[in-house]
C-alpha cells in the first residue's frame, strides 16, 4: 500500500500529514479547503539528540494541512473511521489509496510517524489549537468589521476604566503577536511583555457582561409602554457597543492562548497536553458566560416585543418602536454568537399592525355579541313560557273564582224564597 497519509483530529479541525502531493490529492477528491499546518514550528521542541534528529527528519518528510471541521466536513472525514489516541480529546486515522482503487481506504498497518510518536502528535495538537484559535480571531474580525461605527471609535468612546485598561493590553498583545510571527517562537522575554494580560480581560469582559445584565434588568422592570420604548430604544444602541467589548475581549483571549501554547512548547513541551486540555476547559468557561448572559438579554427583548404587539391597539405607534428596537438587538446578539460558535436559535417578532389587532377584538366582540344575543333569546323565551304558564294559571283561577260567586249568589236566592 502507497500514498499514505495521516488524519489527526481534535474535534474543532482537521489535519492531514503525509506526502505533499498525496496530501493535496487527497484533500481534492474530498472536496476541502485548508491552510498550512506549520508543522517546521516542531523543530524546537525537541532538543537535541539522536530523537529529536529523527524527529528532524519525519517532520522535514512530511507536509502538513488543517482545516476547520463543519457539519459537512465532519461527515466526510467520519468514514474513515478515526480511533481514539493516547494524547488526550485526540483521534486519528491511516489511509491510503491502491493503484486501482479510486477512493481513499482506511489501513491498518504502515502507521506513520506521527501516530507512533507521542511528542510529534502532541505538538501537532497544540499547533490544531492554536490554529483553530486563530480561525476564531480571524472570524471575530470579520464581525467587528460589519458594525457600523469602526469598532475602535467604539471601544476608545468607552470612558471606563476598566475598559480603558483592556485598549492597553490590546496594544501589548499585537506587538507581541508580531514578534512571534518574526521569531517563531514565544521567549521568555516576549512573553513577559503580556503575562498579566489575562486578569485585566477578564476584568473587562465581566465588567461587559454586567453591562449587558443590567440592560436586561431594565427592560424587565418596565411595563408601561412609553418607558418600555424609551428603554428599548436604549438598550439598541448601548447592547451593540457591549457585545462589540465582548468580542474584543475574546478575541484577545484567544490571541494569549495561542502565546500561551508556544511559550509551553517551547519551554516545557511534556505539559503541552495538559495545558491545551486546560485551555480548552477555560475556553467553554467563558463561551457558557456569554451564552447565559446573551440569552437573558434576548429573553427581556422577545418579552417587551410581545408586551408591545399586545398593547398596539393603545399605543399604535411606539408598539411597533418596541418591536423593532428589539429585533435588532436579537439580530445583534445572534450574530455575535454565531461568531463564536454558541448555538442560537433564531427568533424575530413582527410588529403587530394596529388593524390586525382591531379585526382581532372585533372578531372577538361579533363573538361575544352573538353569544349574548344567543343568550337574550333562550331568556326571553323561556320567559315567555313562564309567563304564558303564568297567564294560564291566571285564568284558570279567574274562572274558578266566576264559578263560585255564581254559586253562592244561587244559593242565597233560593234563601230568599
Known amino acids: 500500500m502507497d500514498k499514505e497519509i495521516q488524519l489527526i483530529s481534535d474535534g474543532d479541525g482537521l489535519a492531514v500529514i503525509g506526502n505533499a502531493t498525496d496530501v493535496e490529492r487527497f484533500l481534492v477528491s474530498e472536496g476541502l479547503s485548508s491552510k498550512d499546518l506549520g508543522l517546521q514550528r516542531l523543530k524546537s521542541a525537541f532538543g537535541s539528540g539522536a530523537a529529536a534528529a529523527q524527529a528532524g527528519?519525519?517532520?522535514a518528510a512530511s507536509s502538513g494541512r488543517w482545516l476547520k471541521l463543519t457539519h459537512d466536513s465532519a461527515q466526510r472525514v467520519k468514514k474513515f473511521g478515526l480511533m481514539e489516541s493516547k494524547t488526550p480529546g485526540v483521534s486519528h486515522a491511516m489511509v491510503g489509496k491502491p493503484g486501482s482503487i479510486k477512493n481513499w481506504l482506511q489501513v491498518e498497518k504502515g502507521a506513520g510517524s506521527f501516530l507512533t510518536n507521542p511528542a510529534l502528535l502532541s505538538g501537532a495538537a497544540g499547533i490544531m489549537a492554536q490554529l483553530a484559535?486563530?480561525?476564531t480571531m480571524d472570524e471575530i474580525t470579520d464581525y467587528l468589521a460589519t458594525i457600523d461605527e469602526k469598532v475602535d471609535d467604539v471601544l476608545r468612546a468607552q470612558k471606563d476604566a476598566v475598559v480603558a485598561r483592556m485598549i492597553g493590553v490590546d496594544f501589548l498583545i499585537d506587538e507581541t503577536?508580531?514578534?512571534?510571527?518574526?521569531?517563531?517562537?514565544?521567549?521568555?522575554?516576549?512573553?513577559?511583555?503580556?503575562?498579566?494580560?489575562?486578569?485585566?480581560i477578564a476584568d473587562t469582559q465581566a465588567y461587559a457582561l454586567r453591562q449587558l445584565d443590567a440592560l436586561a434588568e431594565k427592560m424587565e422592570s418596565k411595563t408601561k409602554i412609553g418607558d418600555l420604548a424609551a428603554t428599548a430604544q436604549d438598550a439598541e444602541s448601548k447592547a451593540q457597543e457591549w457585545l462589540a467589548v465582548l468580542a474584543r475581549c475574546f478575541q484577545l483571549q484567544e490571541?494569549?492562548?495561542?502565546l500561551e501554547l508556544d511559550r509551553v512548547l517551547d519551554a516545557t513541551p511534556d505539559e503541552l497536553d495538559q495545558h491545551r486540555v486546560g485551555l480548552r476547559a477555560a475556553r467553554q468557561n467563558r463561551l457558557d458566560l456569554i451564552?447565559?448572559?446573551?440569552?437573558r438579554l434576548l429573553t427581556r427583548m422577545n418579552a417587551a416585543a410581545d408586551t408591545a404587539n399586545a398593547k398596539?391597539?393603545?399605543h399604535p405607534t411606539k408598539s411597533p418602536a418596541v418591536v423593532q428596537s428589539a429585533n435588532h438587538v436579537a439580530t445583534g446578539v445572534h450574530d455575535f454568537r454565531e461568531r463564536l460558535g454558541i448555538e442560537s436559535g433564531r427568533r424575530s417578532s413582527e410588529a403587530r399592525r394596529w388593524v390586525d389587532a382591531a379585526a382581532v377584538v372585533r372578531d372577538k366582540a361579533l363573538e361575544t355579541g352573538a353569544k349574548g344575543v344567543g343568550a337574550a333569546r333562550s331568556l326571553g323565551n323561556e320567559t315567555l313560557d313562564r309567563a304564558n304558564s303564568v297567564k294560564g294559571k291566571l285564568s284558570s283561577d279567574i274562572v274558578e273564582r266566576a264559578r263560585r260567586r255564581r254559586g253562592g249568589e244561587e244559593e242565597r236566592g233560593e234563601e230568599g224564597k
Open 57 to 59: 527528519s519525519d517532520i
Open 291 to 295: 451564552s447565559r448572559s446573551t440569552e
Open 133 to 135: 484559535m486563530q480561525q
Open 255 to 258: 490571541a494569549v492562548a495561542v
Open 177 to 200: 503577536m508580531t514578534i512571534r510571527e518574526q521569531v517563531g517562537r514565544v521567549s521568555e522575554v516576549t512573553w513577559s511583555k503580556v503575562q498579566g494580560a489575562p486578569a485585566t
Open 312 to 314: 398596539v391597539l393603545l
